[in-house]
Nanobody
Framework: VQLVESGGGLVQPGGSLRLSCAAS????????MRWYRQAPGKERELVAV??????????SVDDTVKGRFAISRDNAKNTVYLQMNSLKPEDSAVYYC?????????WGQGTQVTVSS
């Protein structure tokens, strides 16, 4: 399983970014997909989850980003997205996507998001 994140960059406070994570897997729809982030000196934290087809594609986001971030997936493109709006400086971090199948979790290399004026 290979995961490649993209879409990170420098954005001003209040701005938006959309992260993408392209997965090289045979049955992407079977995987639960997650977005995590890790800021310098902090532990990696779970930001958003979208379940697989069996889970109905249900989504959830952490309270710190609720109302600002949204996770979605396009199974035809083997891609999961994280739409980030109303960005704050405290959202600055390396963002990672992961693919979870049974007890196996696979990780991408991460993409840097910096929110600064």
């Amino acid at each position: 399983v290979q995961l490649v994140e993209s879409g990170g960059g420098l954005v001003q406070p209040g701005g938006s970014l959309r992260l993408s994570c392209a997965a090289s897997v045979f049955t992407f729809s079977n995987y639960h997909m997650r977005w995590y982030r890790q800021a310098p000196g902090k532990e990696r934290e779970l930001v958003a989850v979208i379940l697989n087809d069996f889970g109905g594609g249900r989504t959830s986001v952490d309270d710190t980003v609720k109302g600002r971030f949204a996770i979605s997936r396009d199974n035809a493109k083997n891609t999961v997205y994280l739409q980030m709006n109303s960005l704050k400086p405290e959202d600055s971090a390396v963002y990672y996507c992961s693919a979870l199948l049974l007890q196996n979790e696979y990780w991408g290399q991460g993409t840097q998001v910096t929110v600064s004026s």
